[in-house]
């Protein structure tokens, strides 16, 4: 391009001189040319200085900048090293020259098959090419040897860009997280341990309740039916919080594993009004179900999906006026499908429907009773989990409603990295 540039410029310059000597004096083109050609050399000189210049410039913030990653890397006090596309090392922290062996100084002298079998390179490799793809950092958990001593460490690998924004270097560090994972065990063991002891308790008590329910024991009167039966009622909602505090836990800390089966989207809906009709007939709620799916079967975890329209549907109940529908449609897509649940009843705001799935309940005022915040924030942990999205919205007068989306097919579309690295 600059060529191109410069026979431009000359070819402007030929043709001018020859334009001044075909029609004006010979002395006055004389002058001419002299002046023409000072004002191309100054500006030719100029602009070489300022190219000069500027590349100095950009040599030296280059280095600047290289020397800052060295030093950064050479004292991090955990195993990091810089290598480049074809995995020669660059540089290392001291601390990662140590635990490999190598002599100060010598790293860059170093390839990465140098230190690691090929198990670990095919793991390394798989992981470049994630980097490449994506051009994005990855994060992984795995087992770590080096020395003969292994950890469990966190592994973050991050592309470095040139210029032209092409991959140039990738950052790779090591962190041993087993003190962490320790804390975390101990966290799970005392989760574990309060819901179990919660659990049995509730479910003797519902078994005790049920006995003198059905007279097995000796007989009651119908008022001390009635109050058995409140009792009843009341563990089971405690029993139902147990599990659902349990199941956000474990979406949360990753310990949730979905069992994906196919199932018929629409029959879990009308199997759920049926579970949930008491409550409806309370307030003489009325359901009206439109599937425009044609009962489509689905792909999906369908106890955690149960548990999500249960949870909206009993919601969309609560806080319907008398007298009122719940509507429930299902659209189906070519890779999606699409349930919308409308209710009539306590207007919530834009904000209101922008936070209510958030873990907490104090986002949401008009909505008190307990358990809403959990019970609307597992449903989002849930949905995102088939990797769908949940929202709620309103029309600002009387009308709310909730929408989730999922895919038909169960599709893993995140990166497993590998399981064990050593080096």
């Known amino acids: 391009m600059g060529i191109l540039k410069d026979l431009i410029s000359i070819s402007i310059f030929v043709i001018s001189l020859f334009v001044l000597y075909k029609t004006t004096d010979h002395n006055i083109a004389l002058i001419s040319v002299i002046t023409i050609t000072i004002i191309y050399l100054i500006k030719h000189v100029r602009l070489s200085k300022f190219l000069k210049k500027e590349a100095q410039s950009a040599k030296i913030s280059a280095k600047e900048k290289d020397e800052q990653l060295k030093c950064m890397?050479?004292?991090?006090?955990?195993?990091?090293?810089?290598?480049?596309?074809?995995?020669?090392?660059?540089?290392?922290?001291?601390?990662?020259?140590?635990?490999?062996?190598?002599?100060?100084?010598?790293?860059?002298?170093?390839?990465?098959?140098?230190?690691?079998d090929e198990e670990s390179l095919k793991y390394a490799h798989k992981e470049d090419e994630e980097i490449f793809r994506t051009q994005k950092p990855i994060v992984a958990e795995r087992n770590i040897t080096y020395v003969n001593q292994p950890f469990l460490g966190r592994v973050r690998k991050a592309p470095v860009f040139d210029a032209n924004g092409d991959i140039k270097h990738i950052?790779?560090?090591?962190?041993?997280?087993?003190?962490?994972?320790?804390?975390?065990?101990?966290?799970?063991?005392?989760?574990?341990?309060?819901?179990h002891d919660l659990k049995i308790p509730t479910l003797a008590q519902l078994r005790g309740l049920e006995l003198i329910k059905h007279e097995t024991i000796g007989t009651i009167n119908e008022e001390q039916k009635e109050l058995v039966s409140q009792i009843e009622a009341s563990c089971k909602y405690i029993l139902d919080m147990i599990s659902m505090v349990l199941k956000t836990y474990r979406y949360e800390n990753g310990k949730?594993?979905?069992?994906?089966?196919?199932?018929?989207?629409?029959?879990?809906?009308?199997?759920?009004?049926?579970?949930?009709?008491?409550?409806?007939?309370?307030?003489?709620?009325?359901?009206?179900?439109?599937?425009?799916?044609?009962?489509t079967i689905i792909e999906a975890d369908r106890v955690d999906m149960k548990t999500v329209v249960l949870n909206l549907l009993s919601n969309a109940v609560m806080y319907s006026n008398h007298n009122e529908q719940v509507t429930v449609n299902i659209e189906v897509s070519t890779n999606h499908i699409q349930v919308e649940i409308t209710s009539r009843g306590i207007t919530l705001?834009?904000?209101?429907?922008?936070?209510?799935?958030?873990?907490?309940?104090?986002?949401?005022?008009?909505?008190?009773?307990?358990?809403?915040?959990?019970?609307?924030?597992?449903?989002?942990?849930?949905?995102?989990?088939?990797?769908?999205?949940?929202?709620?919205?309103?029309?600002?007068?009387?009308?709310?409603?909730?929408?989730f989306t999922i895919?038909?097919?169960?599709?893993?579309?995140?990166?497993?990295?590998?399981?064990?690295?050593y080096i």
Do not use: W
Not at 87 to 109: D, H, K, Q
Not at 171 to 195: C, G, H, M, P, S
Not at 363 to 387: M, R
């Open 73 to 116: 890397l050479e004292n991090m006090p955990i195993l990091a090293f810089l290598k480049d596309t074809e995995n020669n090392f660059i540089i290392g922290s001291s601390s990662f020259e140590e635990a490999i062996n190598c002599p100060r100084g010598e790293l860059s002298t170093r390839h990465l098959s140098d230190v690691a």
């Open 171 to 195: 950052l790779v560090i090591y962190e041993n997280i087993e003190a962490e994972k320790e804390i975390e065990r101990q966290k799970e063991y005392f989760i574990e341990t309060l819901i």
């Open 256 to 295: 949730k594993h979905l069992v994906f089966e196919y199932f018929s989207l629409s029959e879990l809906v009308i199997e759920c009004f049926e579970e949930i009709s008491p409550v409806a007939q309370e307030k003489e709620v009325e359901f009206v179900y439109k599937d425009n799916g044609l009962n």
């Open 349 to 403: 705001s834009e904000r209101e429907c922008s936070t209510m799935f958030n873990k907490t309940t104090g986002e949401v005022p008009k909505y008190t009773t307990i358990g809403h915040g959990i019970g609307l924030y597992l449903c989002k942990k849930i949905v995102e989990s088939h990797y769908g999205r949940i929202s709620a919205s309103t029309d600002g007068k009387i009308c709310n409603k909730f929408l």
């Open 407 to 421: 895919p038909l097919t169960h599709k893993k579309h995140r990166f497993e990295a590998s399981q064990t690295l």
